[in-house]
């Protein structure tokens, strides 16, 4: 199983995927989770799951598909992207399903780690 890591290392409000990766990796070390950059091209399965935070939310949500969500004010390129990015894929038909793990920018590292790996536990 390959899990896509979102996040923004340069705004702490947008980096809690990333900060929780290792201790993700050391505790799920059968998921293979792969850190991706909006702003660059990479390979799309038909269906995947992806890692972000997620604004406007304060638990941790599992999202099905893109119509829950809506444009976010823009703050940097990987607020653009990652979003308008995904749509676009989608429209293309390079997305058949996904799923997106958001979590809130609120949640402690600890119970954002429990939570994801409550959920992957299970999927495994």
Do not use: C
């Not at 799920?28 to 799309?44: C, G, H, R």
């Not at 304060?58 to 990652?82: G, Q």
């Not at 979003?83 to 399903?97: A, P, S």
Request: aromatic share 10%; no cysteine; charged share 30%.
């Amino acid at each position: 199983m390959k899990i896509f890591v979102f996040g923004n290392p340069d705004l702490d409000f947008d980096s809690l995927p990333l900060k929780i990766l290792p201790e993700l990796k050391k505790q799920l070390s059968k998921i293979d989770f792969e850190t991706k950059d909006p702003n660059e091209e990479w390979d799309v399965p038909e269906e995947f799951i992806v890692i972000d935070t997620v604004l406007g939310i304060d638990t941790p949500v599992i999202f099905e598909n893109l119509e829950n969500f809506s444009a976010a004010p823009r703050i940097s390129m990987h607020d653009f992207d990652a979003f308008t990015n995904l749509k676009y894929l989608k429209k293309l038909g390079k997305i058949k399903k996904i799923k997106i793990i958001g979590l809130p920018p609120i949640i402690s590292e600890k119970k954002a780690l429990e939570f994801l790996v409550k959920t992957f536990s299970n999927l495994l």
